[in-house]
């Protein structure tokens, strides 16, 4: 992790001078460079509890001037080397998963008994696992029953369903799963959905017994 | 003067869609331009116009709207699309989004221990002024549900005095056009990150829409 102080007074010196401290572009510093940190600004107060040390608490008696610290964090991969559309899935990855795995749980709370099983849909199949495995760590917090299990369909399905606008073909591979008996009546099946390769976020569904509905 | 441009945080996010591609031909946006403490009324007007351009050339039908009022009212308070626009809507738009623009200055600093060194030293040595803002978007559908809400932040640092402009002038002659920092590169840069940013937000919230609109009724189970 990268610590850029950047309003704190001896930061402010430094800044004036040389700006050595300061994660804008500049004299020293390539756009590449600060585009490649993600940065929040933190009140002294909240920035000296989370980097004690290197931020400074703010005085008792302080003055009547609050100061802020930019404080930025190098991304693990430089922007462009993966595609944009994993890259932003993954970056998201955590927080996309926990909001589908909550919505689920609070929306249907009367299938807290089902087994879940979880399907991703998502073009990149090294994206596809990582979602998947988060998705099921994220219902088994919410104090799920997951399954590793994955639900089949017949050649004749697929080629029927494949050939269908998405809006239909979820809905219809869903009463296919159930009619088939590849999934049970006890089962619940979550499938994580990536619609259109120009976006950036995960559509939700939900199977149960042949039923299928759309979360987010 | 030299002014400088940093996306803090959303700003700079890989965005998978390509703004110059019509990717909103069925779309109907009503795009409302709130002031604050970053825009005054005018200036909310000019983002307005400038965001109708945006997605007028994505193939949207757009409509602008600038300061509070409802925003799903049965038609536009200020249309700016009806002012010579000329733009081709399609004839029947399958969704139709509002979205509202709202900027904010969270903070304003002129290190004062600069404007001390920029005096001394005759302009040589730069005086600062920083700001810092946010970008909020939030977008609906025509019910009034929530799409997407998101935060972008950036800041403005602008440096006086001879010094950091000669010395600019000089180093931007050593850079590759994109890293360039003189005359109004952080207006770009700026505006191309806001506009992606922004473009991407209503693509999501237009497929989100697009897998809502059949929805299950709240409590009754799939």
Redesign the interface.
């Known amino acids: 992790m990268s610590l850029f102080i950047d309003?704190d007074?001896p930061a402010?010196?430094e800044?004036?001078?040389f700006?050595l401290n300061?994660?804008?572009?500049?004299?020293l510093r390539?756009?590449?460079w600060?585009?490649n940190l993600?940065?929040?600004?933190l009140d002294a107060r909240t920035g000296s509890r989370r980097y004690p040390g290197e931020i400074r608490a703010p005085a008792s008696r302080g003055g009547d001037v609050e100061s802020?610290t930019?404080v930025c964090e190098e991304r693990l991969l430089r922007?462009g080397l993966?595609d944009?559309?994993d890259?932003?899935l993954l970056?998201e990855l955590e927080p996309m998963t926990t909001a589908l795995a909550e919505t689920s749980a609070s929306?249907?709370p009367?299938?807290g008994a089902s087994t879940w099983l979880v399907e991703v849909f998502v073009a990149n199949p090294q994206v596809a696992t990582k979602v998947s495995f988060a998705t099921k760590n994220a219902l088994m917090e919410s104090g799920l029953q997951v399954s590793d299990r994955t639900p089949t369909l017949g050649v004749g399905d697929l080629e029927v369903i494949t050939r269908m606008q998405p809006?239909d073909a979820y809905p219809t591979a869903c009463v296919r799963w159930f009619a088939t008996g590849s999934l049970g009546p006890n089962d619940a099946l979550l499938a994580v959905i990536s619609?259109?390769?120009?976006?950036?976020?995960l559509?939700g569904?939900?199977?149960?017994a042949g039923?299928?509905?759309?979360l987010? | 003067m030299i002014v400088v441009y940093q996306p803090l945080s959303g700003l700079h996010r890989p965005v998978a869609i390509d703004p110059q591609l019509p990717n909103f031909t069925d779309t109907r946006l009503d795009v409302r331009c709130i002031r604050g403490t970053l825009l005054n009324d005018a200036q909310a007007g000019v983002l307005c116009d400038r965001v109708e351009t945006l997605f007028t050339n994505q193939g949207a039908e757009v409509h602008t709207y600038v300061g509070e009022g409802p925003l799903d009212g049965d038609g536009p308070v200020v249309d700016a699309a009806e002012i010579g626009s000329g733009s081709a809507a399609p004839a029947e738009p399958r969704t139709r989004l509002l979205v509202e623009l709202r900027a904010r200055e969270t903070d304003e600093s002129s290190h004062p221990w600069s404007w001390v060194l920029y005096a001394a030293s005759f302009t040589v040595l730069p005086g600062v002024i920083e700001s810092s803002f946010e970008q909020d978007i939030v977008i609906r559908d025509d019910t009034g549900f929530l799409l997407v809400s998101d935060t972008l932040e950036g800041r403005i640092i602008t440096r006086y005095g001879l010094g950091p402009w000669l010395g600019n002038k000089v180093l931007d002659l050593t850079r590759k056009k994109a890293d360039r920092l003189g005359e109004d590169a952080a207006s770009k840069d700026l505006s191309a990150d806001l506009y992606r940013q922004l473009s991407q937000d209503v693509f999501n919230a237009k497929m989100r829409a697009r897998v809502l609109r059949p929805a299950t009724p709240v409590g009754q189970a799939p």
């Open positions: 309003s007074a402010q010196f800044a004036a001078l700006n300061d994660p804008a572009p500049g004299a390539r756009k590449g600060s585009n993600e940065c929040e600004r802020y930019v922007p993966r944009p559309v890259d932003a970056s929306r249907y009367e299938l809006e619609l259109d390769p120009r976006e950036t976020i559509h569904g939900l199977c149960v039923r299928w509905a759309w987010q």
